[in-house]
């Protein structure tokens, strides 16, 4: 189901300050969400992005501080780079009268979180398996005894791969799509250090997670 502008502002407003850097985080332009030429909405704290195409008409491009809407002077990084064209594995959430892999998504990776507290992990490492047709999500902290393991309900294609995230960030990425509305949303996978990319390819909403480098 497509979305209207209005709806796009809307998410934008309600996330964008969370993508967006801290105040004193030393680059004061990624402390705000750019509106550029081409329709596009972004936000970016450099670990994470996201992305919204077609939410606004204006015709030059601004950045807004995320708090306070205060213009911010300067050039907004090129985005575009770090979103990869091709995603070989893609793993689908999807919402609809069956089934809402989405807000179970969502649950699974709010354990996440809460697993990495016990353990007092502050990066909330957690890693996302495909193998073999199963999607797997997993907390292991051997120092403080902690694990997790749950599967991912998902329609699933491509070669098998493994990646590691923080799981913050993740549970912030799924919200997006679930305040969008959004009843389908890719999890492409292209290697285990590129860019996690989720995306509602109908609203044009994409958001980048980076990977964490753990040891095998």
């Known amino acids: ?4 502008q209005a709806k796009k502002l809307e998410v934008i407003t309600k996330h964008g300050r969370k993508f967006s850097a801290k105040n004193g985080g030393g680059s004061p332009i990624l402390e705000g969400i750019h509106y550029a030429a081409d329709g596009s909405i972004v936000a970016t704290d450099r670990h ?3 992305r919204i195409k077609d939410a606004h008409n204006y015709t030059t491009p601004f950045t807004s ?7 911010i002077d300067g050039v907004f990084p090129d985005t575009s780079r770090i979103i990869p064209d091709n995603l070989p594995t893609q793993i689908t959430l999807i919402t609809d ?7 179970a998504a969502i649950a699974r990776v709010k354990l996440a979180v809460e697993a990495s507290k016990v353990a007092g992990d502050k990066s909330y490492i ?5 193998v073999d ?3 797997t999500l997993s907390v292991n902290n051997e ?12 329609d699933v294609s491509g070669p098998d791969e493994t990646v590691s995230f923080n799981a913050e960030y993740m549970l912030s990425a799924l919200n997006v799509f679930k305040d969008a509305g ?7 996978l292209t290697g285990a250090m590129s860019p996690i990319v989720l995306r509602d390819e109908e609203n044009g909403i994409d958001v980048v997670v980076l990977p964490y480098r753990t040891v095998k």
């Not at 957690?126 to 495909?130: G, H, W």
């Not at 120092?143 to 998902?154: D, G, H, P, W």
Request: net charge positive; aromatic share 4%; hydrophobic share 40%.
């Open 133 to 135: 047709s199963s999607v």
């Open 126 to 130: 957690t890693k996302l398996a495909y």
């Open 97 to 103: 009268y069956k089934r809402d892999d989405i807000k």
């Open 182 to 188: 959004s009843q389908r949303v890719i999890i492409g």
């Open 48 to 50: 994470r992005m996201l």
């Open 1 to 4: 189901m497509q979305i209207s």
């Open 143 to 154: 120092e403080q005894s902690v694990t997790l393991a749950c599967n991912i309900n998902a």
């Open 65 to 71: 501080h995320a708090v306070t809407g205060v213009p």
